[in-house]
């Protein structure tokens, strides 16, 4: 095919792209703006009382090492499975580094029309509050929202987002510590004295500004041979306006496993606007534009079927 020919193709691709991008944000900020009048007073779920428990806020210091962030819209199906596999990574990692790895997990209902939180609800039971924690937003605000809610309230010295559908492996946080420990910035605040005599990997000494985000970018050329040609056209067209507004020096912006120090969340979400889709390109462009170092660390990685709609994408990577 003639390189005019193709060039043309790619701009109309582009065009097209972008006139979506401008029809779905105002249909979002519509919605966003019905929907803000009842988004006051949020509180987490007591799984035996009917009043709501106080929720912490990331601004005071850190009281568990770890917290998994884990937003939810219309994932009852899938939640399951992906609890059963987290917590019993957690519970075999404690068993092995001693009652020093403190950990908890944070799951957002961002206004699921099913029953994600009852479901959510039946583990806090399970589980306890201390370890399991269930956020309810009112109605539907986007995967970006209930993200930076869910992070804004949790314990944790390091903190982890991570998708509801369990598609990576939730054991390869430890390789994202690995790389988050190798690029921290020396010399921020120092953590709380039982952080620094935890045995544990996560080790983050001063608690210093990094990233780490889990990336599928090695599967590439397994997913373009699996994928129809419209969507790998839609793919690379996408990459392209990523690649316009955040650089290369991230393969993949979109995997949604990323681990943060919490000076980083606190940086990074003070400074977040978007609310839905590519909410993950905007915290990295923020972290490169600031000088916060990050780190691309491949995971394994496995396409989960189900879900809700909000969760496919043309691209092949979550929006």
């Not at 306890?128 to 309810?136: F, V």
């Not at 929202?145 to 903190?159: F, H, K, P, S």
Request: charged residues 20%.
């Amino acid at each position: 095919m003639p390189t005019s020919v193709t060039t043309g193709i790619a701009a109309v691709g582009l065009v097209a792209l972008y006139s979506c991008w401008k029809y779905l944000a105002a249909w979002f900020k519509n919605l966003d703006q019905d929907c803000q009048f009842r988004n006051g007073g949020l509180g987490l779920e007591d799984p035996f009382a009917v009043e709501k428990v106080a929720a912490p806020s990331i601004l005071s210091d850190p009281a568990k090492l770890i917290s998994f962030v884990i937003p939810a819209y219309n994932e009852a199906l899938r939640l399951p499975a992906t609890l059963d596999e987290t917590l019993g990574y957690l519970q075999r990692r404690r068993d092995r580094q001693g009652p020093g790895f403190t950990y908890e997990i944070i799951v957002v209902d961002d206004g699921s029309s099913d029953d994600t939180a009852r479901v959510a609800g039946e583990y806090v039971k399970q589980v306890g509050m201390d370890a399991m924690r269930l956020l309810r937003l009112p109605c539907n605000r986007g995967k970006g929202y209930a993200v930076r809610t869910g992070m804004m309230i949790c314990r944790g010295q390091l903190v982890l987002m991570m998708d509801a559908d369990g598609a990576t492996r939730v054991s390869d946080v430890e390789r994202l510590e690995a790389a988050l420990e190798r690029v921290a910035v020396k010399g921020a605040g120092k953590v709380p004295n039982q952080m620094q005599q935890a045995p544990s990997r996560v080790v983050v000494r001063n608690e210093g500004l990094a990233m780490a985000v889990g990336s599928r970018s090695h599967l590439e050329n397994e997913a373009l041979a699996q994928r129809s040609w419209y969507r790998n056209f839609l793919m690379r067209g996408f990459h392209l306006l990523v690649l316009t507004v955040a650089g290369g020096a991230i393969r993949d912006t979109q995997c949604g496993f990323k681990l943060l120090t919490r000076r980083t969340a606190r940086t990074l979400l003070g400074n977040q606007r978007l609310q839905r889709w590519c909410f993950d390109v905007e915290l990295i462009y923020v972290a490169q534009r600031l000088g916060i170092p990050i780190a691309e660390v491949p995971v394994n990685w496995t396409e989960i079927p189900g879900g809700s709609s909000r969760q496919a994408s043309v691209s092949g990577f979550h929006l």
